[in-house]
């Protein structure tokens, strides 16, 4: 959900275990409100970003000198930094990303093997493809947002600052948080926190929101969003906003990740070469879930019914293999980016199989 940090803890991070939330008490709202000052005297620097699973994830894709890879959200570029490190004189590295401060970050990087593309990751076939590429080495996708990204008031992101309730990853198009909030309506609203944020007072929420909407108080900022919330929400886990996990659905549906991920995983199949590795780190069960469901259903082939009269060696074969066990960032990790800590990096290899 969130990658990269500048080192401090944040309460923007929902953590989406079952766990069975408390009443709100006095010790909960001061251990609460150390945090929150915590990460203000923390984030004094937005600019001060540490990548997350760095050595892994580069590891993980097995980089040939003289491969083409693919860095689907550049960030602020510390994997690709890694990777182009690692590339010989005939290495190439093409890098994604929708945000424009992303996009700006990477002029910073004159290497002439790489190539950066203003685009989300959904349109990766059709923009390699353009570049002539039909085939790479290596798939690497960082999900989630980025801490520059939430640390930027101006954005929309968090519920810390009172700001104008934007949250697109690529601000020169689509709708804002705030257009979204304008116009749906209770039932969608409720549905999209639900789904998104697995927040069990979907319901209550949603009518809160419309209810302010009609009562003509629109919502367009994020203060007025975080109050309008927690005044719907009357239990909820200790050390948590309980705004995160309406945030978290507002940003994930405006920016439409899921299905930008779904859509994704089938391309980054068939662009893969043989023994091509794909790496993907996730921050949440709701992404980790659609990466882990594909690498499964590539792997098992076999789908033919029970008892069917085949051969072991004509049935289908697996266009791809997982490879090795999830990866999570180490302790020292964690304790260095408090961030890092529900990351989770899956790896899985292109097969020969057509």
């Known amino acids: 959900m969130i990658k990269g940090v500048n080192s401090a803890p944040t309460t923007a991070s929902p953590s989406l275990k079952e766990t069975s939330p408390k009443k709100a008490s006095a010790k909960g709202a001061l251990n609460l409100e150390k945090q929150q000052t915590e990460v203000s005297e923390l984030t004094a620097n937005p600019n001060s970003h540490i990548t997350v699973l760095l050595e892994e994830a580069v590891q993980a894709l097995d980089i040939k000198a003289d491969g083409v890879y693919v860095d689907g959200t550049f960030g602020r570029g510390g994997h690709s930094r ?9 290495g190439r590295l093409i890098a994604f990303d929708r945000d424009l401060k992303a996009i700006e970050s990477s002029k910073e990087i004159t290497d002439p093997r790489f190539s950066m593309v203003h685009s989300h990751f959904a349109a990766m076939q059709a923009e390699l493809n353009e570049m002539g590429i039909s085939k790479v080495d290596g798939i690497l996708l960082d999900l989630g947002i980025s801490s520059p990204q939430i640390d930027d008031a101006s954005r ?8 104008p309730l ?3 990853m690529d601000q020169s198009s689509g709708q804002t948080a705030a257009d979204f909030l304008a116009n749906t309506t209770e039932q969608y609203l409720g549905e999209v926190i639900k789904n998104y944020g697995e927040e069990r007072f979907a319901k209550q929420i949603a ?27 009357t239990r909820f886990e200790p050390g948590q906003n309980p705004a995160t996990r309406t945030f978290q659905a507002l940003r994930i549906f405006v920016n439409q990740e899921l299905e930008e991920l779904s859509l994704t995983m089938p391309q980054c199949l068939a662009l893969l070469a043989p023994q091509g590795r794909l790496a993907v780190i996730s ?9 882990k469901q594909f690498i499964r259903d590539q792997a098992n082939r076999d789908d033919l019914p029970a008892n069917f009269p085949v051969r072991a060696a004509d049935l289908p074969q697996p266009k791809m293999q997982g490879v ?5 960032p180490s302790v020292k990790e964690v304790k260095a980016n408090p961030r890092s800590r529900s990351a989770v990096l899956r790896v899985a290899e292109r097969t020969h199989v057509a």
Do not use: C, P, W
């Open 82 to 90: 890694k990777i182009l490190e690692q590339l010989g004189e005939k």
């Open 156 to 163: 929309g992101f968090s519920f810390r600052y009172d700001a």
């Open 166 to 168: 934007d949250m697109r």
């Open 207 to 233: 009518r809160a929101i419309i209810t302010e909407r009609n009562d003509g108080r629109a919502i367009t900022t994020t203060g007025q969003l975080a109050k309008v919330v927690a005044g719907a929400v």
């Open 283 to 291: 921050f949440h069960s709701l992404e980790d879930r659609i990466v």
């Open 324 to 328: 090795g066990k999830t990866i999570k």
